[in-house]
Each structure stands twice: as structure tokens, then as C-alpha cells.
């Protein structure tokens, strides 16, 4: 019974594997445009996300999340595979490959799917593989409604065709108020739709308490991971401008922060070292304001090192290397208590009754009272669920 509820999970992962397989085939066939980084990058998030539902099938096979996991790793393989299919077959060796039309409205949607798929169901019925509560079902049709009008959209518009040899025979013109209803309209309602998915993490989150409070926290990490990889992109190009980062390297970028998000589910939903998320955003907290501080501390002192020495003096830079490693440690100590206090208020609270019961220790000579304390101290850091103390006569 067990390996007939696993097989449609493998089937799914071994068409990923296909898909993707193919799509790499056909981007080195006769040199295909773009980066090997960018495809490296999304082939990497797609066969994650892949893996981290099939894992979750296998694991709880009735599980929706696994299932959502799994149709969006399917969606964006196919999309990709298309694509490709479509750039070799136009641009690469023209002619060499029988396409279409309908093709092209496939490959456009299907990647349209998986994007609606992760940013709004996903979303909706993390971590239970159910509604937050039965109010939140207009949320989920209007979602299904959204891509409904966003294919229609594909079926009837341009934007899939821009820049191929080829038009949409069903194409309406672009002020047409049907295109309108289903291109445009489709696009807004799935924006409100993913805000409003967002809306019902948080809306979990506040009622949530233990495991389910400890998994939400796992896909905000992802979700954090992913906004720093954005923000680090977009801040370097109005700092160095577009040509000091290539498009490929914004891409690899932002896909190796996507594939956090499939990896925190993962984590979340099998349990895998759940409760140690805590310590993992105290400590990402901690080191990314210190490694923030430092490199204020580089560049200010090598600037104003810079400007009192000589321009090709080497000392600014040693001394400026100097200062930051003596500051490390320092910092780093200073950083993580402030991070404790704001962020792991209980490890902050048990490092005080650490510290006071050492220092009582010094000068305790009562072993009755001693061993008093030590339970104390055991019980309000530890918390255990029973404690005894054997002294050995």
C-alpha cells in the first residue's frame, strides 16, 4: 500500500528530472542565449523545490503542501523546457524545430501557474494543508479565478509572442476591454490575491503557539533570506550601476535566495531540526549587523586614512585591516547580547541567572543553600519537567 501511494510522487519528480534534462540539452545545443549561471540558478530551484515536495510526499503523502510543492517544481520545468524549446527553434537553428502557436500560450502560462501557485495556495495553506479558517475560501477562489483570466489572457493577447517571427492568430487589439478584463485584470487580482496569502501568514502567526509558531518562523527566514538577496541586487546597481552587475549575476542571486523558500517549507513541514530556527535568526541577525558595522569601519577609516597619507601609501589599508580585526570579537560579543535581548529574550534572561549564580558561588558556603540555588538556577534556565539534585555523601 505504501509504494502505491508513493509512485505518483516519483512520477512527478521524474519528470521534473526529464524536463529539466531537456532543457539543458537544448540550451548547449548550438550555443543557446543566455548565462550559464541563470540557468544553473533557476535549474537549481526548480530540482529544489522538486526535491523538497517529493521528500514531504514521501514522508506524508496526504499532505497538500507536498502535493503544491510538487505542481509548481512541474510548472516552472515545463515552462523552462518550452522556452528553451522555443529559443532553439527561432533563434538558434531556425527551422530545425517543428513550433507553434500554441506552444508559445503554453510555455507563457504554465510558468505563470507556478508563480501563482507558490506566491498564493502555497501561502494560504502553510503549515496545516488547510484554510486558516473558512473565511479565507474567497481568497482561494479568487486565485483560481486570477489564473483562469491570466490563460485567457495568454490565449488572447501579444505579450507571449514579443519578439518571435510569429503572431497570435486569436490576438485582439491591446485596448480591446476583454483583453483588458482578462490581461490586466488578472495580473491585479492575483497581486491582491498574494498580498492577502501574506496577510493570512500573519494572521497564523498571532494565533499560532509551539510547532506550528516554530515552522511559520522557518518560511520567514526564507522569506527574509529572499528579500536581502533582492535588496542586495537592486542597491548594487544604483550604487555601480547596471553594467558592474550583469543581469546573469542578479539572476543567480535572486534564485539561490528563491531556493531558501523551498527549503525553510521543507524544514517546517518533516520537523528537521525545527526548534533550532530561533537560534539560526539570532545568529543571521547578529552577524549580518556586525558584518554591516565592519565594513563601516573599513571604508571610514581607510577613507580617512587615505586623506592624511600619501595616495599610494599601503599603511591605510593595513591599518584599516588591523582595526577590523580587532574589533570582531568585541563586536560580535556586544552585537549578539543586544540581539539575545531583543530577539531570544529566554537565552538572554538565562545568561543573567548564570552570571548572578556564579558570582554567588564564590563566596557560598553553605551547602544547603548552595544546592538551593543550583536548583533554582536549573529550573528557570533549563526548565525541565522534574528535577532532583543527589549530593554524594
Do not use: C
Given at each position: 500500500m505504501r509504494r502505491f501511494e508513493s509512485w505518483p510522487t516519483w512520477a512527478v519528480l521524474g519528470l521534473v528530472l526529464a524536463e529539466s534534462a531537456g532543457a539543458v540539452f537544448l540550451a548547449t545545443r548550438g550555443a543557446a542565449p543566455g548565462s550559464a549561471a541563470t540557468a544553473t540558478a533557476t535549474l537549481l530551484f526548480v530540482l529544489t523545490?522538486?526535491?523538497?515536495?517529493?521528500?514531504?510526499?514521501?514522508?506524508?503523502?496526504?499532505?497538500r503542501i507536498g502535493w503544491l510543492l510538487?505542481?509548481?517544481?512541474?510548472?516552472?520545468?515545463?515552462?523552462?523546457?518550452?522556452?528553451?524549446?522555443?529559443?532553439?527553434?527561432?533563434?538558434?537553428?531556425?527551422?530545425?524545430?517543428?513550433?507553434?502557436?500554441?506552444?508559445?500560450?503554453?510555455?507563457?502560462?504554465?510558468?505563470?501557474?507556478?508563480?501563482g501557485i507558490s506566491a498564493t495556495y502555497l501561502l494560504l495553506l502553510f503549515p496545516t494543508g488547510r484554510l486558516p479558517s473558512p473565511r479565507w475560501r474567497p481568497v482561494s477562489w479568487l486565485a483560481g479565478i486570477s489564473l483562469i483570466m491570466m490563460l485567457l489572457g495568454a490565449l488572447l493577447g501579444t505579450s507571449a509572442f514579443e519578439g518571435l517571427p510569429i503572431d497570435n492568430p486569436l490576438a485582439m487589439d491591446?485596448?480591446?476591454?476583454v483583453l483588458l478584463l482578462f490581461e490586466g485584470g488578472g495580473f491585479y487580482l492575483l497581486f491582491m490575491t498574494m498580498l492577502a496569502s501574506v496577510a493570512s501568514l500573519v494572521v497564523r502567526y498571532?494565533?499560532?503557539?509551539?510547532?506550528?509558531?516554530?515552522?511559520?518562523?522557518?518560511?520567514?527566514?526564507?522569506?527574509?533570506?529572499?528579500?536581502?538577496?533582492?535588496?542586495?541586487?537592486?542597491?548594487?546597481?544604483?550604487?555601480?550601476?547596471?553594467?558592474?552587475?550583469?543581469?546573469?549575476t542578479e539572476n543567480l542571486?535572486?534564485?539561490?535566495?528563491?531556493?531558501?523558500?523551498?527549503?525553510?517549507?521543507?524544514?517546517?513541514?518533516?520537523?528537521?531540526?525545527?526548534?533550532?530556527i530561533d537560534r539560526i535568526i539570532s545568529r543571521t541577525v547578529s552577524y549580518g549587523v556586525v558584518v554591516a558595522l565592519i565594513a563601516a569601519v573599513f571604508f571610514g577609516s581607510a577613507t580617512l586614512l587615505g586623506s592624511l597619507l600619501p595616495s599610494d601609501s599601503p599603511l591605510s589599508v593595513a591599518a584599516s585591516t588591523l582595526s577590523v580585526a580587532a574589533l570582531f570579537n568585541p563586536l560580535r560579543r556586544r552585537v549578539q547580547r543586544f540581539v539575545d535581548k531583543l530577539f531570544n529574550r529566554s537565552k538572554y534572561d538565562a545568561g543573567l541567572t548564570m552570571d548572578a549564580f556564579s558570582a554567588r558561588l564564590r563566596t557560598e558556603v553553605d551547602l544547603d543553600q548552595l544546592a538551593g540555588d543550583l536548583q533554582t538556577v536549573a529550573a528557570e534556565t533549563m526548565q525541565p519537567t522534574s528535577l532532583a539534585l543527589w549530593l554524594r555523601g
Open positions: 523545490t522538486a526535491t523538497v515536495g517529493a521528500l514531504i510526499g514521501l514522508r506524508r503523502p496526504g499532505h510538487r505542481l509548481a517544481a512541474f510548472s516552472f520545468a515545463t515552462g523552462a523546457l518550452i522556452v528553451t524549446y522555443v529559443e532553439v527553434a527561432f533563434f538558434v537553428q531556425p527551422g530545425s524545430l517543428p513550433v507553434g502557436p500554441p506552444l508559445v500560450i503554453l510555455g507563457d502560462w504554465i510558468f505563470g501557474l507556478g508563480f491591446s485596448s480591446h476591454p498571532r494565533s499560532s503557539v509551539g510547532e506550528e509558531r516554530q515552522q511559520l518562523k522557518w518560511v520567514a527566514f526564507g522569506v527574509v533570506i529572499l528579500g536581502v538577496g533582492v535588496a542586495a541586487s537592486v542597491l548594487w546597481e544604483l550604487v555601480n550601476g547596471t553594467a558592474e552587475l550583469s543581469d546573469d542571486v535572486i534564485a539561490l535566495s528563491l531556493t531558501m523558500i523551498p527549503v525553510s517549507i521543507g524544514v517546517a513541514i518533516l520537523r528537521f531540526r525545527l526548534y533550532d
